[in-house]
Protein backbone atom coordinates (compact mmCIF):
# COMPACT_ATOMS: atom_id res chain seq x y z
CA UNK A 1 0.00 0.00 0.00
CA UNK A 2 3.19 2.46 -0.51
CA UNK A 3 1.57 3.89 -3.28
CA UNK A 4 -1.12 5.39 -1.54
CA UNK A 5 0.73 6.86 1.71
CA UNK A 6 2.87 8.69 -1.13
CA UNK A 7 -0.42 9.61 -2.46
CA UNK A 8 -1.77 10.73 0.87
CA UNK A 9 1.62 12.40 1.46
CA UNK A 10 1.64 14.67 -1.39
CA UNK A 11 -1.93 16.31 -0.29
CA UNK A 12 0.08 18.49 2.19
CA UNK A 13 -2.99 19.34 3.92
CA UNK A 14 -3.48 22.32 6.39
CA UNK A 15 -2.49 21.54 9.62
CA UNK A 16 -6.56 22.30 10.92
CA UNK A 17 -7.71 19.65 8.01
CA UNK A 18 -4.97 17.20 8.71
CA UNK A 19 -5.82 16.73 12.14
CA UNK A 20 -9.80 16.56 11.55
CA UNK A 21 -8.74 13.61 9.18
CA UNK A 22 -6.74 11.73 11.54
CA UNK A 23 -8.99 12.23 14.35
CA UNK A 24 -11.89 11.01 11.85
CA UNK A 25 -9.54 7.88 10.63
CA UNK A 26 -9.34 6.91 14.55
CA UNK A 27 -12.91 6.95 14.94
CA UNK A 28 -13.65 5.15 11.75
CA UNK A 29 -11.18 2.80 12.64
CA UNK A 30 -11.69 1.96 16.25
CA UNK A 31 -15.11 3.10 16.64
CA UNK A 32 -17.52 2.47 13.71
CA UNK A 33 -15.99 -0.36 11.90
CA UNK A 34 -16.18 -2.69 14.85
CA UNK A 35 -20.00 -2.03 14.18
CA UNK A 36 -20.47 -2.64 10.73
CA UNK A 37 -21.01 -6.04 10.82
CA UNK A 38 -23.55 -6.82 13.05
CA UNK A 39 -25.47 -3.85 11.55
CA UNK A 40 -25.12 -5.06 8.30
CA UNK A 41 -26.94 -8.34 9.43
CA UNK A 42 -29.49 -6.30 11.90
CA UNK A 43 -30.56 -3.44 9.64
CA UNK A 44 -30.26 -1.18 12.68
CA UNK A 45 -29.89 2.27 11.96
CA UNK A 46 -26.48 3.30 12.91
CA UNK A 47 -27.13 6.12 15.75
CA UNK A 48 -24.59 5.79 17.57
CA UNK A 49 -22.38 6.18 14.50
CA UNK A 50 -24.46 9.16 14.00
CA UNK A 51 -23.72 10.16 17.55
CA UNK A 52 -19.62 9.66 17.35
CA UNK A 53 -19.87 12.07 14.02
CA UNK A 54 -21.40 14.50 15.55
CA UNK A 55 -18.88 14.99 18.91
CA UNK A 56 -16.38 15.49 15.81
CA UNK A 57 -18.52 17.81 14.76
CA UNK A 58 -18.13 16.36 11.35
CA UNK A 59 -21.44 18.36 9.72
CA UNK A 60 -20.03 21.77 10.87
CA UNK A 61 -17.48 21.31 8.01
CA UNK A 62 -19.92 22.17 5.77
CA UNK A 63 -21.92 24.27 6.80
CA UNK A 64 -20.70 28.05 7.12
CA UNK A 65 -19.61 30.13 9.99
CA UNK A 66 -22.18 32.25 10.00
CA UNK A 67 -24.86 29.19 10.65
CA UNK A 68 -22.91 27.87 13.34
CA UNK A 69 -20.29 25.65 10.79
CA UNK A 70 -17.10 25.60 10.52
CA UNK A 71 -16.59 25.30 7.04
CA UNK A 72 -13.44 23.80 5.73
CA UNK A 73 -12.61 22.54 2.04
CA UNK A 74 -14.74 20.42 -0.44
CA UNK A 75 -11.60 18.07 -0.39
CA UNK A 76 -11.80 17.75 3.45
CA UNK A 77 -15.26 16.70 3.32
CA UNK A 78 -14.58 14.05 0.60
CA UNK A 79 -12.06 12.41 2.55
CA UNK A 80 -14.20 12.50 5.96
CA UNK A 81 -16.74 10.84 3.44
CA UNK A 82 -14.50 8.21 1.88
CA UNK A 83 -12.69 7.41 5.88
CA UNK A 84 -16.24 7.06 7.07
CA UNK A 85 -17.72 4.93 4.10
CA UNK A 86 -13.95 2.59 4.40
CA UNK A 87 -15.38 1.79 7.60
CA UNK A 88 -19.31 1.31 7.32
CA UNK A 89 -20.59 2.12 4.10
CA UNK A 90 -24.04 3.07 5.17
CA UNK A 91 -22.86 5.53 8.06
CA UNK A 92 -20.68 7.01 5.02
CA UNK A 93 -24.18 7.17 2.92
CA UNK A 94 -25.96 8.77 5.91
CA UNK A 95 -23.41 11.51 6.61
CA UNK A 96 -23.36 12.29 2.69
CA UNK A 97 -26.65 11.92 1.94
CA UNK A 98 -27.31 15.15 4.42
CA UNK A 99 -24.41 17.13 2.49
CA UNK A 100 -26.36 16.31 0.05
CA UNK A 101 -29.49 17.60 0.92
CA UNK A 102 -28.05 20.76 2.77
CA UNK A 103 -26.11 22.15 0.13
CA UNK A 104 -28.55 23.79 -2.15
CA UNK A 105 -29.53 25.06 1.02
CA UNK A 106 -26.26 26.54 1.94
CA UNK A 107 -25.96 28.35 -1.72
CA UNK A 108 -29.32 29.29 -2.99
CA UNK A 109 -30.88 29.50 0.28
CA UNK A 110 -32.51 33.01 1.79
CA UNK A 111 -30.33 34.82 4.18
CA UNK A 112 -33.59 33.90 6.80
CA UNK A 113 -33.66 30.40 5.77
CA UNK A 114 -29.91 29.54 6.92
CA UNK A 115 -30.38 31.53 9.45
CA UNK A 116 -33.27 29.57 10.63
CA UNK A 117 -32.49 26.06 9.62
CA UNK A 118 -28.67 25.43 9.38
CA UNK A 119 -27.96 25.81 13.16
CA UNK A 120 -29.75 22.53 13.56
CA UNK A 121 -27.38 20.90 10.65
CA UNK A 122 -24.67 22.03 11.84
CA UNK A 123 -25.37 20.98 15.77
CA UNK A 124 -25.80 17.58 14.09
CA UNK A 125 -29.21 17.20 12.37
CA UNK A 126 -29.68 14.61 9.66
CA UNK A 127 -31.17 16.05 5.85
CA UNK A 128 -32.67 14.10 3.27
CA UNK A 129 -32.72 14.44 -0.60
CA UNK A 130 -36.20 13.33 -1.62
CA UNK A 131 -36.41 13.77 -5.71
CA UNK A 132 -36.98 9.97 -6.58
CA UNK A 133 -40.39 8.48 -7.86
CA UNK A 134 -41.87 5.26 -9.58
CA UNK A 135 -42.18 8.03 -12.34
CA UNK A 136 -39.11 9.76 -11.79
CA UNK A 137 -35.86 8.28 -11.55
CA UNK A 138 -32.65 9.01 -13.94
CA UNK A 139 -34.95 11.42 -15.74
CA UNK A 140 -35.72 13.98 -13.00
CA UNK A 141 -38.29 15.95 -14.88
CA UNK A 142 -41.68 13.07 -14.88
CA UNK A 143 -42.17 13.47 -11.23
CA UNK A 144 -45.52 13.93 -10.49
CA UNK A 145 -45.11 15.43 -6.97
CA UNK A 146 -47.59 18.54 -6.97
CA UNK A 147 -46.81 21.73 -4.85
CA UNK A 148 -50.10 24.06 -4.59
CA UNK A 149 -49.83 27.43 -3.38
CA UNK A 150 -52.46 28.44 -0.22
CA UNK A 151 -51.60 31.31 1.49
CA UNK A 152 -48.83 31.06 3.25
CA UNK A 153 -48.36 27.64 3.37
CA UNK A 154 -47.21 25.40 0.16
CA UNK A 155 -49.28 21.77 0.12
CA UNK A 156 -47.69 18.37 -0.65
CA UNK A 157 -49.42 15.61 -2.66
CA UNK A 158 -47.45 13.12 -3.84
CA UNK A 159 -45.38 9.86 -3.29
CA UNK A 160 -41.33 9.39 -3.24
CA UNK A 161 -39.27 6.25 -2.79
CA UNK A 162 -35.59 4.95 -2.34
CA UNK A 163 -35.21 7.70 -0.18
CA UNK A 164 -32.03 7.57 2.20
CA UNK A 165 -32.42 9.02 5.45
CA UNK A 166 -35.97 9.71 4.85
CA UNK A 167 -37.69 8.44 7.86
CA UNK A 168 -34.69 10.00 10.09
CA UNK A 169 -34.20 12.93 8.85
CA UNK A 170 -34.86 16.20 10.42
CA UNK A 171 -34.92 18.53 7.20
CA UNK A 172 -36.17 16.97 4.12
CA UNK A 173 -35.28 18.93 0.68
CA UNK A 174 -38.32 17.93 -1.30
CA UNK A 175 -38.35 18.24 -5.16
CA UNK A 176 -41.84 18.12 -6.73
CA UNK A 177 -43.83 20.77 -9.52
CA UNK A 178 -45.80 23.64 -9.12
CA UNK A 179 -49.46 23.09 -9.98
CA UNK A 180 -49.72 26.79 -11.68
CA UNK A 181 -46.85 26.03 -13.90
CA UNK A 182 -47.83 23.67 -17.11
CA UNK A 183 -44.26 22.42 -18.23
CA UNK A 184 -42.39 19.70 -17.21
CA UNK A 185 -39.21 21.06 -16.96
CA UNK A 186 -40.18 24.35 -15.74
CA UNK A 187 -42.74 23.62 -13.21
CA UNK A 188 -40.19 21.44 -10.96
CA UNK A 189 -39.46 23.58 -7.34
CA UNK A 190 -38.17 22.64 -4.01
CA UNK A 191 -39.14 23.18 -0.70
CA UNK A 192 -37.69 22.15 2.64
CA UNK A 193 -39.70 19.65 4.98
CA UNK A 194 -39.27 19.67 8.57
CA UNK A 195 -39.37 16.35 10.19
CA UNK A 196 -42.95 15.44 11.87
CA UNK A 197 -44.44 18.06 9.92
CA UNK A 198 -48.63 16.39 9.58
CA UNK A 199 -49.14 15.17 6.41
CA UNK A 200 -45.32 13.49 5.71
CA UNK A 201 -45.46 9.78 6.37
CA UNK A 202 -43.43 6.49 6.03
CA UNK A 203 -45.01 3.87 3.80
CA UNK A 204 -42.53 1.54 3.67
CA UNK A 205 -38.69 0.71 4.57
CA UNK A 206 -36.87 -0.68 1.96
CA UNK A 207 -35.11 -4.55 2.90
CA UNK A 208 -31.91 -3.64 0.85
CA UNK A 209 -29.42 -5.64 -0.61
CA UNK A 210 -26.27 -3.70 0.69
CA UNK A 211 -26.26 -0.79 2.62
CA UNK A 212 -28.54 -2.22 5.38
CA UNK A 213 -27.69 -0.15 7.96
CA UNK A 214 -28.92 3.15 6.30
CA UNK A 215 -32.30 3.89 6.13
CA UNK A 216 -34.25 3.86 2.89
CA UNK A 217 -37.44 4.66 2.55
CA UNK A 218 -40.82 5.64 0.00
CA UNK A 219 -42.60 8.51 1.51
CA UNK A 220 -46.17 9.81 1.17
CA UNK A 221 -47.17 13.31 1.20
CA UNK A 222 -50.72 13.90 1.65
CA UNK A 223 -52.04 17.32 2.26
CA UNK A 224 -48.64 17.99 3.85
CA UNK A 225 -48.19 21.78 4.72
CA UNK A 226 -45.28 23.60 4.74
CA UNK A 227 -44.44 27.38 5.04
CA UNK A 228 -43.87 28.91 1.70
CA UNK A 229 -41.17 30.89 3.82
CA UNK A 230 -39.27 27.39 3.34
CA UNK A 231 -39.34 27.30 -0.64
CA UNK A 232 -35.93 26.89 -2.33
CA UNK A 233 -35.79 30.43 -4.78
CA UNK A 234 -39.20 30.71 -6.72
CA UNK A 235 -41.34 28.19 -8.24
CA UNK A 236 -40.11 26.68 -11.03
CA UNK A 237 -36.38 26.70 -10.02
CA UNK A 238 -35.78 23.36 -8.96
CA UNK A 239 -34.25 22.16 -12.15
CA UNK A 240 -31.63 24.29 -12.01
CA UNK A 241 -31.32 23.82 -7.77
CA UNK A 242 -31.29 20.23 -8.62
CA UNK A 243 -28.73 19.84 -11.13
CA UNK A 244 -26.14 21.98 -9.48
CA UNK A 245 -26.78 19.85 -6.54
CA UNK A 246 -26.03 16.54 -8.54
CA UNK A 247 -22.75 18.09 -9.29
CA UNK A 248 -21.35 18.28 -5.71
CA UNK A 249 -23.28 14.82 -4.71
CA UNK A 250 -21.89 12.99 -7.46
CA UNK A 251 -17.98 13.31 -6.19
CA UNK A 252 -19.41 12.81 -2.96
CA UNK A 253 -20.64 9.66 -4.37
CA UNK A 254 -16.93 8.94 -6.07
CA UNK A 255 -15.19 9.56 -2.32
CA UNK A 256 -18.45 7.06 -1.00
CA UNK A 257 -17.16 4.40 -3.56
CA UNK A 258 -13.76 4.95 -3.63
CA UNK A 259 -14.21 4.29 0.88
CA UNK A 260 -15.55 0.80 -0.48
CA UNK A 261 -12.83 -0.04 -3.15
CA UNK A 262 -10.28 0.76 -1.01
CA UNK A 263 -11.72 -1.52 2.29
CA UNK A 264 -12.19 -4.48 -0.83
CA UNK A 265 -8.28 -3.98 -1.91
CA UNK A 266 -6.71 -4.19 1.44
CA UNK A 267 -8.68 -7.31 2.18
CA UNK A 268 -7.49 -8.59 -0.84
CA UNK A 269 -4.50 -8.09 -0.15
CA UNK A 270 -4.23 -9.41 3.13
CA UNK A 271 -5.77 -12.14 2.33
CA UNK A 272 -3.52 -12.89 -0.92
CA UNK A 273 -0.53 -12.62 1.27
CA UNK A 274 -1.60 -15.20 3.48
CA UNK A 275 -3.32 -18.12 1.95
CA UNK A 276 -1.01 -20.74 0.29
CA UNK A 277 -2.19 -22.57 -2.66
CA UNK A 278 0.25 -25.55 -4.25
CA UNK A 279 2.94 -24.44 -1.44
CA UNK A 280 2.57 -20.43 -3.09
CA UNK A 281 1.03 -17.79 -1.94
CA UNK A 282 -1.89 -16.53 -3.76
CA UNK A 283 -0.30 -13.01 -4.45
CA UNK A 284 3.03 -15.17 -6.15
CA UNK A 285 0.88 -16.25 -8.88
CA UNK A 286 1.71 -14.40 -12.02
CA UNK A 287 -1.63 -13.64 -13.05
CA UNK A 288 -2.78 -12.85 -9.97
CA UNK A 289 -0.40 -10.05 -9.71
CA UNK A 290 -1.37 -8.74 -13.25
CA UNK A 291 -5.05 -8.33 -11.79
CA UNK A 292 -3.74 -6.18 -8.34
CA UNK A 293 -1.42 -4.52 -10.44
CA UNK A 294 -4.39 -3.33 -12.35
CA UNK A 295 -6.33 -2.50 -9.68
CA UNK A 296 -4.20 -0.31 -8.02
CA UNK A 297 -3.36 1.51 -11.00
CA UNK A 298 -6.88 2.12 -11.26
CA UNK A 299 -7.58 3.26 -7.53
CA UNK A 300 -4.77 5.75 -7.89
CA UNK A 301 -5.43 7.58 -10.73
CA UNK A 302 -9.35 7.39 -9.18
CA UNK A 303 -7.70 8.65 -6.12
CA UNK A 304 -5.82 11.48 -7.97
CA UNK A 305 -9.00 12.42 -10.58
CA UNK A 306 -10.97 13.27 -7.35
CA UNK A 307 -8.62 15.09 -5.83
CA UNK A 308 -8.59 17.10 -9.03
CA UNK A 309 -12.51 17.32 -9.06
CA UNK A 310 -12.07 18.62 -5.14
CA UNK A 311 -9.47 21.55 -6.63
CA UNK A 312 -11.98 22.65 -9.30
CA UNK A 313 -15.06 23.56 -6.34
CA UNK A 314 -12.64 25.03 -3.65
CA UNK A 315 -11.10 26.90 -6.58
CA UNK A 316 -14.66 28.78 -6.88
CA UNK A 317 -15.26 26.81 -10.75
CA UNK A 318 -18.82 26.96 -11.43
CA UNK A 319 -18.86 24.69 -14.13
CA UNK A 320 -17.59 20.89 -13.18
CA UNK A 321 -20.37 18.58 -14.09
CA UNK A 322 -18.84 16.50 -17.01
CA UNK A 323 -15.71 16.22 -14.22
CA UNK A 324 -18.14 15.40 -11.41
CA UNK A 325 -19.98 13.01 -13.45
CA UNK A 326 -16.46 11.06 -14.70
CA UNK A 327 -15.72 10.41 -11.40
CA UNK A 328 -18.41 9.00 -10.16
CA UNK A 329 -18.56 6.92 -13.24
CA UNK A 330 -14.95 5.74 -12.94
CA UNK A 331 -15.44 5.57 -8.66
CA UNK A 332 -18.53 3.40 -8.89
CA UNK A 333 -17.42 0.83 -11.44
CA UNK A 334 -14.09 0.31 -10.05
CA UNK A 335 -15.88 -0.23 -6.33
CA UNK A 336 -17.90 -3.15 -7.82
CA UNK A 337 -14.66 -4.45 -9.33
CA UNK A 338 -12.54 -4.75 -6.83
CA UNK A 339 -14.79 -5.96 -4.23
CA UNK A 340 -15.69 -8.28 -7.13
CA UNK A 341 -12.19 -9.48 -7.41
CA UNK A 342 -12.26 -9.37 -3.97
CA UNK A 343 -14.55 -12.13 -3.59
CA UNK A 344 -12.78 -14.00 -6.39
CA UNK A 345 -9.30 -13.86 -4.74
CA UNK A 346 -10.89 -15.18 -1.44
CA UNK A 347 -12.50 -18.25 -3.25
CA UNK A 348 -15.39 -19.50 -1.66
CA UNK A 349 -14.81 -17.92 1.44
CA UNK A 350 -15.26 -14.78 -0.35
CA UNK A 351 -19.03 -16.26 -0.30
CA UNK A 352 -19.52 -16.45 3.19
CA UNK A 353 -20.53 -14.07 5.54
CA UNK A 354 -17.36 -14.81 7.72
CA UNK A 355 -15.08 -12.15 5.75
CA UNK A 356 -15.98 -8.38 4.96
CA UNK A 357 -15.59 -8.69 1.15
CA UNK A 358 -19.24 -10.27 1.18
CA UNK A 359 -20.55 -7.25 2.31
CA UNK A 360 -18.22 -4.72 0.03
CA UNK A 361 -20.12 -6.25 -2.93
CA UNK A 362 -23.56 -6.09 -1.99
CA UNK A 363 -22.57 -2.58 -1.00
CA UNK A 364 -20.36 -1.76 -4.00
CA UNK A 365 -23.53 -2.24 -6.44
CA UNK A 366 -25.84 0.50 -5.33
CA UNK A 367 -23.11 3.52 -6.26
CA UNK A 368 -23.27 2.39 -10.14
CA UNK A 369 -27.03 3.26 -9.69
CA UNK A 370 -27.89 6.29 -7.81
CA UNK A 371 -27.06 9.73 -8.50
CA UNK A 372 -27.50 9.12 -12.12
CA UNK A 373 -26.64 5.15 -13.36
CA UNK A 374 -23.08 4.24 -14.97
CA UNK A 375 -25.57 4.45 -17.99
CA UNK A 376 -26.54 7.99 -17.46
CA UNK A 377 -23.00 9.31 -16.62
CA UNK A 378 -21.38 7.51 -20.29
CA UNK A 379 -23.99 9.13 -22.13
CA UNK A 380 -23.44 12.63 -20.51
CA UNK A 381 -20.02 12.31 -20.88
CA UNK A 382 -20.32 11.05 -24.61
CA UNK A 383 -22.57 13.57 -25.62
CA UNK A 384 -20.38 15.94 -24.43
CA UNK A 385 -17.76 15.16 -27.24
CA UNK A 386 -20.87 16.08 -30.17
CA UNK A 387 -20.10 18.60 -32.78
CA UNK A 388 -21.83 21.75 -32.19
Given at each position: ???????????D???????????????A??V???????L???????????????E??????F????Y????????????????????????G??????????K?????????Q??????????????????????????????Q???????????L???????????????????????????A???I??????K?T????V????????H??????????D??R??????????????D????????????I??HA?????????D???????????????????????S???????????????????????????????????????????????A??AV???G??????D????????D??I????E????????L??R????K
Amino acid sequence: MKVFEQLERQRDWPEEERILLDTVRRVADEVIAPRAEALDRSGEFPWDNVAALNELGLNAIFVPEAYGGAAMSFRAYLACVQAISEACASTGIIYATTYHAMKPLIEFGAEEQKQRLLPRIAEGGLASLVITETTAGSDATGMQTRFTPDGDDVVLDGAKLFITNGGVADLLLVFGKWSEIDDAKGAISAIVVEKDTPGLSVTKVEDKMGHRASNTVALAFDGCRAPRANMLGEPGDGLDLLLASLNRSRPSIAAHALGIATAAFRDMIAYMNEREQSGRKIIDFQGNQFSVADMAVDLAMCEAWLDYVAGLVDGGAEDFGLEASMAKLRASDLAMRIATEAVQMHGGYGYIKDFRVERLMRDAKITQIWEGTTQVHRQLIGRSFRAK
